[in-house]
């Protein structure tokens, strides 16, 4: 009764909320001493509630008789206390060596791990009187101890300061703005429910967000970076004039729709993936765009821009297709490559991509696959594309369903392999932008000196 946690059902099993002293007495109460809260609470009624720091009283009647039970920390409930109860229930004198015991014993535990609350209770004759300082009963002394799985915080990049479980409380609202005010002070999160569940959901959900920001950057990095190097390549390639009736026109809808619809697909597929119980494994310095992201990103753009530039150089011997037929294979080779990559993209470290894939995305992906045959029928008139056989189709199929292998594969791969290079370029950059700076302060310091002051 004296607790505001609370106890409830979940099939068979109990579940306890509340902070974790509540859900440790609650569980200790239900699993060892078999209480039945509900008939608990039809036997008794609460008369008075009372906080006092980290302790808590309560007022209770039954059968006319007022019954008052102490909670909190054992140093606090061992001064209110003369007698205890022993093992047989007979009522005895709690005297001084026996309390200087008590206290040496939880002086001598390690406090960081250990916490010892106290359960005391008397009797008084009516709601208004006042319980004297040592007329207490000290009912049971408990020792919660924390137990807390090895590399669970460094694995899960959470740095666990200080959990306090102590009642605050104000009486109006003038002091209740000030208790808020106080408590944001103390802490980075403030729970106001006692509840940590919520604090585990609200982890949960932000590294959900933040893993699906991820996927979608990954995912349209590999869009862009391959459609603007191997739109590069083929135009250094070109020789001639390009009309805008031929190439030039295929190449915009290609860019059209990989770059624009398909990131519009693949932000609401990513987007949707729900948090996973599975703990991810995280770096102090949160980068948006990681190792393994570069990993698996350059492993894709490297493997599609060589399928590309040999479909498109050597497309007409390898599929024994005419000159309009190997150009309409080029056009829908990237569209079938970003289609099988949105589902590759899912997972950034795991090697199983599917693992908890929606029904739905599944679905989306076949339902994308028909659209570069409907593409193609746009452009027959357009452009002169030549109708692809189911041969050239499934070949198409094939080989961008390889981009799967190629993202199994590369995670066997050291992300330090990928990431050294990365950064030194980036740090290239970073000091070419720098010496650029300089130079134009420079210049645009000395052209001050031509004009009068």
Known sequence: MNTTGIIYHEGSKFKFLGSPTERAILSWGVTELSMDLEKQMQDFCVVKVQSSNSSRGILLLSDNRFHVHWRGPAGTILTMCSSYYDNSGIKRVLNENLRTFLEQQMENSDSSKSQFIALAHTEVTDQDSTVEQDSLTLLELLILIEKEQEGTNEESNLNVKLIIDKDSSAEDTNQTEVLVSFRSTQGDIVICDGNFASLAMVLRWGRCIWHNTQTFLQFQLTVNITSLLNTYIAYSEFRGVPQ??????????????????????AVINLGRENPSDELESTSNK????????????????????????????????????????????????????????????????????????????????????????????????????????????????????????????????????????????????????????????????????????
């Not at 199983?352 to 193609?376: Q, Y």
């Not at 370029?425 to 210049?443: E, G, P, Y």
């Open 244 to 265: 805008m009736d031929t190439r030039l026109t295929y190449v915009l809808v290609q860019l059209i729709w990989v770059n624009l619809f398909m990131a519009l697909i």
């Open 286 to 453: 949160l980068q948006l765009v990681k190792g393994t992201m570069w990993r698996n990103l350059i492993a894709q753009v490297v493997y599609q821009l060589v399928v590309l530039r040999i479909v498109e150089n050597q497309g007409e011997a390898i599929f024994n297709a005419s000159e309009d037929a190997n150009q309409s294979i080029t056009f829908v080779m990237p569209i079938f490559f970003q289609v099988f990559n949105m589902i590759n993209a899912r997972k950034i470290e795991k090697k199983n991509v599917f693992l908890g894939i929606r029904p739905s995305s599944i679905g989306l992906a076949v339902v994308l696959i028909f659209i570069p045959v409907a593409l193609v029928e746009l452009l027959l008139k357009l452009v002169g594309f030549k109708r692809l056989n189911p041969i050239h189709w499934i070949a198409c199929i094939v080989i961008a369903l390889l981009c799967w292998a190629v993202g199994l594969a590369i995670k066997f791969v050291p992300v330090r392999f990928f990431s050294i290079p990365v950064v030194a370029v980036i740090n290239k950059f970073k000091a070419l932008h720098t010496l650029l700076q300089f130079q134009a302060l420079k210049i645009f310091n000395s052209s001050l000196s031509y004009f009068p002051h």
